[in-house]
């Protein structure tokens, strides 16, 4: 089991700056993909950005060249810079991992969420 701790969320005024940090432990052997979800009230969770192993990423259209997604392999963390944000950016947002335990066993695992408000 895969255990994610986030952190960075919190208020910010629009045009501001969060980044989001989320770290991941456990008996991991590989990370496939670490990625950021939301989900607004009422609306459906959706992906924000994600990171492959090749380094390769992508990114939902309207955060692109505002969000900026990265990771750090040797402590397995992946973050999420988040610029110019917008009302509509305000969500809870949450990690997710995929990988290989090194039992051979595939996980896929999400953090608790951390809330992202912005507001005037």
């Known amino acids: 089991q895969v255990r994610l701790v986030e952190s960075g969320g919190g208020l910010v005024q629009p045009g501001g700056s969060l980044r989001l940090s989320c770290a991941a432990s456990g008996s991991i052997r590989s990370i496939n993909a670490m990625g950021w979800y939301r989900q607004a009230p009422g609306k459906q969770r959706e992906l924000v950005a994600r990171?492959?192993?090749?380094?390769?990423?992508n990114y939902l259209p309207t955060v692109k060249g505002r969000f900026t997604i990265s990771r750090d392999n040797a402590n397995n963390m992946v973050y999420l810079q988040m610029n110019s944000l917008k009302p509509e950016d305000a969500a809870v947002y949450y990690c997710?991992?995929?990988?290989?335990?090194?039992?051979?066993?595939?996980?896929?695992?999400w953090g608790q969420g951390t809330q992202v408000t912005v507001s005037s």
């Open positions: 990171i492959f192993s090749d380094s390769t990423t």
């Open positions: 997710n991992i995929k990988g290989v335990l090194r039992s051979g066993v595939s996980y896929d695992d």
